[in-house]
């Protein structure tokens, strides 16, 4: 088992332990040694796996204005750790790939390997989802068939995104590209620069 197939399995199994509960509070153990990367992983698709969640409740029309501020100041603080986590992934291939001497004509990826990772991750859950509504008794023929094809579309995208994440790694290790990773450094976030945490005042 090649390596973004190893962790789409992760994935695979912590949505399926997600889902044990289906609550957005719910305390898991996490199964794997601390310190590893299937540890991070689990992590890492167990705060997706709460985030979609999160984003379905609030899209309740009926809800409580005071309940949904709470829940998206939630839904960001999510999307921080979300972050975090990535670059923590990104940190794993940096070191992997340390003693790497990229060739002379080695290119640079549009995008770093635990963002394509983060990408898998998710996917995860969309065909989790959609899987669920393929299945539902309770819902239109219609339905289900639309459901159907656009399951068949996730898990033909869930293979070539497998296949282009182990192709990029297969390069890296081989010098033909190289990794060159880029921190989010989200503004919205820090009280020093976005203005409405400090205060609005016009920077000189």
Same mark, same amino acid.
């Given at each position: 088992m090649k390596t973004a197939e190893k962790f789409y399995s992760v994935f695979e199994e912590t949505t399926r332990k997600y889902h044990e509960t289906d609550h957005v509070d719910a305390v898991v153990a996490n199964p794997y040694e601390d310190g590893s990367i299937d540890h991070v992983l689990f992590a890492k698709n167990w705060i997706d796996a709460v985030q979609w969640h999160l984003e379905d409740?609030?899209?309740?029309? !009926? $809800? %409580?204005?005071?309940?949904? /501020? *709470? +829940? &998206?100041?939630?839904?960001?603080?999510?999307?921080?750790? =979300? #972050? @975090?986590?990535?670059?923590?992934?990104?940190?794993?291939?940096?070191?992997?790939?340390?003693?790497?001497?990229?060739?002379?004509?080695?290119?640079?990826?549009?995008?770093?390997?635990?963002? !394509? $990772? %983060?990408?898998?991750?998710? /996917? *995860? +859950? &969309?065909?989790?989802?959609?899987?669920?509504?393929?299945? =539902? #008794? @309770?819902?239109?023929?219609?339905?289900?068939?639309?459901?159907?094809a656009k399951l068949d579309i996730l898990e033909q995208q869930r293979e070539d995104l497998i296949e282009a994440i182990d192709t990029l790694l297969d390069d890296i290790a081989a010098g033909r590209k190289y990794m060159k990773v880029y921190r989010q450094m989200k503004m919205y976030n820090d009280p020093a620069t976005n203005p409405v945490l400090y205060g609005g005042a016009k920077q000189e």
């Open positions: 409740i609030i899209r309740d029309p !009926a $809800i %409580d204005p005071v309940e949904a /501020l *709470a +829940l &998206k100041r939630r839904i960001d603080r999510s999307n921080q750790d =979300r #972050t @975090d986590m990535v670059e923590e992934i990104d940190t794993y291939f940096r070191e992997r790939f340390a003693d790497v001497v990229p060739a002379d004509d080695a290119t640079i990826n549009t995008e770093s390997p635990a963002w !394509a $990772i %983060d990408r898998l991750s998710i /996917l *995860a +859950l &969309k065909i989790y989802h959609m899987a669920a509504e393929v299945g =539902r #008794t @309770d819902a239109s023929d219609e339905h289900v068939a639309k459901c159907r």
